[in-house]
């Protein structure tokens, strides 16, 4: 299906544990964003790609890794959980204007033990 | 630093018309977003401002004064489904997004 998909919607790890969130987009779409949100605080960014193997970092990047070796698909990866990182991670993308208008994925609900 | 303000929440009526007022002090300014988003799901687009002035979308309406640093958004003929969340965002100098933090809104019958 066309469009922007995350997995998976619900994760529970534990402390110390690697967690890898997925996003995959059909659009080809150059840029790539990954966001975490929490109640009280607006979206804020962690990571970004402009295109495959470019990536830079947001505003709250500490304890996240990414990459993109395909436009697709981008990744996030959390080395060693924790409890700071239960969120909700929203991926999006957008076009190559840099107005463009950011679609995002349905979100991957984490919750660390 | 960047500052967007949005109030946390506010209550109408359905059938009414509600305003959702937007500040904000970013580092330079490309343009204006507004997203909804319900409970549970992804933010999704609704508009896009660069320029002073109104811009109409069917029952939704956004408004931009980039010399007041000021937005708003206009729900008219207020329905249930518009129970959500409104976002707030400033592309700023960068073309990075700047997010407020949101304002929930509640529809009452």
């Known amino acids: 299906d066309a469009g922007i998909t995350q997995s998976p919607r619900y994760k529970i790890t534990e402390t110390g544990r690697q967690v890898t969130l997925m996003c995959h987009q059909t659009w080809s779409h150059s840029y790539m964003f990954w966001y975490r949100q929490d109640l009280g605080h607006g979206l804020r960014l962690i990571y970004y790609s402009a295109a495959a193997d470019i990536t830079d970092k947001g505003e709250v990047p500490d304890g996240y890794v990414v990459s993109r070796s395909k436009t697709e698909n981008f990744p996030l990866t959390l080395e060693s959980a924790t409890r700071s990182q239960t969120s909700v991670y929203f991926c999006?993308?957008?076009?190559?204007?840099?107005?463009?208008?950011?679609?995002f994925g349905p979100g991957t609900r984490l919750t660390v033990l | 630093g960047q500052n967007i303000d949005q109030p946390t929440e506010m209550t109408a009526t359905e059938g009414a018309i509600v305003q959702i007022n937007c500040t904000y002090q970013t580092s330079g300014f490309n343009g204006l977003f507004w997203y909804q988003q319900h409970a549970g799901e992804a933010p999704t687009f609704l508009s896009y401002?660069?320029l002073d002035g109104l811009e109409e979308k069917g029952r939704f309406s956004s408004f931009l004064s980039r010399s007041k640093g000021y937005s708003y958004l206009l729900l008219k003929e207020l329905q249930m489904k518009d129970s959500a969340s409104y976002l707030c965002?400033?592309?700023?100098?960068?073309?990075?997004?700047?997010w407020g933090a949101g304002t929930k809104l509640i529809i009452k019958p």
């Open positions: 965002a400033v592309l700023d100098s960068n073309y990075q997004l700047i």
């Open positions: 999006a993308s957008r076009g190559g204007a840099e107005a463009d208008t950011q679609y």
């Open positions: 401002n660069v």
